[in-house]
């Protein structure tokens, strides 16, 4: 403990004077954070669980099959305080209503470290080989259990799930190294897609509103279009000749397909984005329309 405390002051400090450097004026990040999150509750805007969720839901479908062994593992090497961490921050991240899984990622690591602790443990023990025939030990047949459990989700999750996004991006970059984007706006969900980090071009791109109003009850924009598309966008963009290209998943590309058609878009991409659905309508693909005048 005693050694926290200077080096967390360090640390708060130097990202303190950076913040006021860049920004312009005294900022005290960790500050705001809490005052956002904790004080006020801001990110139950963005959706909210149940105070148990990372302890039964969240943090368990994380370390999936992992888990029991992660168990074993702090029982036996009695490393208390680590483990105490990983709860500690299961805990305090608990006490906030809107939760996701990258703000429990650090501890996972740690988590594993106990199922690698395990299974070290494991291959000390030495069975007794009855009859003379030949079978699998503990230890290989907890790894067997591990890859048959891991690395097929792992290849189907990092190749296959919800890749449309990052596809749609790498065309348009191509597309835009070849002059023929001139504008590109999103009708889909904020921060759907890695916009600028994957275009790398300057052009002016436009995606749905998602800040989160001090009147509560307010809907962004992301909520409005999703509830009445065709009427959203004739409200919000009326005349779509400003965009070269227009994104937008499948699921809500019938309701506005007559209206592309009839400022001039046509359909010029479809990639494949998901098998099944997550938290919205199934987003199987996403669509690309382009101004026939620019292709």
Same mark, same amino acid.
């Given at each position: ?6 080096? #967390? ?30 004080? *006020? ?5 963005? #959706?909210?669980?149940? %105070? ?44 906030? #209503? ?6 429990? /990622? ?8 106990? *199922? ?5 443990? !494991? ?78 071009? *300057? ?10 109003? $001090?009147?509560?009850?307010?809907? $962004?924009?992301?909520?409005? %279009? /999703? !509830? ?5 966008? #004739? ?25 592309? /058609? ?16 997550? $938290?919205?309508? /199934? ?9 026939? $005048?620019?292709?």
């Amino acid at each position: 403990f005693l050694e926290v405390i200077p080096l #967390g002051a360090i640390v708060l400090a130097a990202t303190t004077f950076l913040d006021w450097w860049m920004y312009g004026s005294r900022v005290i990040v960790p500050l705001n954070f809490l005052k956002f999150n904790l004080f *006020s509750s801001g990110g139950d805007y963005y #959706g909210t669980h149940v %105070f148990h969720w990372y302890f039964t839901q969240g943090f368990p479908s994380m370390i999936w099959t992992f888990l029991p062994l992660s168990v074993f593992g702090v029982i036996k090497s009695r490393e208390w305080r680590l483990s105490g961490l990983i709860a500690w921050v299961l805990g305090v991240y608990s006490i906030l #209503g809107h939760k996701e899984f990258r703000f429990v /990622l650090p501890v996972l690591p740690l988590a594993l470290m106990f *199922s690698g602790y395990f299974l070290a443990a !494991m291959s000390q023990f030495k069975g007794k080989n009855l009859h003379g025939k030949r079978h699998f030990s503990r230890l290989q047949l907890s790894v067997i259990l591990l890859i048959i459990t891991n690395v097929p989700m792992a290849l189907y999750m990092s190749l296959f799930h919800q890749r449309g996004t990052e596809d749609v991006m790498f065309y348009l970059s191509k597309e835009a190294h070849n002059g023929r984007v001139k504008g590109v706006l999103f009708l889909m969900p904020c921060h759907s897609t890695p916009y600028y980090s994957t275009l790398h071009s *300057s052009l002016p791109m436009r995606f749905l509103d998602c800040t989160p109003s $001090d009147n509560k009850g307010t809907l $962004d924009e992301s909520d409005r %279009f /999703l !509830m009445n598309p065709l009427d959203f966008v #004739g409200e919000v963009f009326g005349n779509l000749s400003s965009f070269s290209h227009i994104v937008l998943f499948e699921s809500e590309e019938r309701h506005v397909i007559q209206l592309l /058609l009839h400022d001039s878009f046509q359909e010029v991409r479809r990639f494949f984005h998901s098998h099944f659905k997550i $938290d919205r309508d /199934l987003q199987s693909s996403v669509v690309v329309y382009s101004r026939r $005048d620019v292709l």
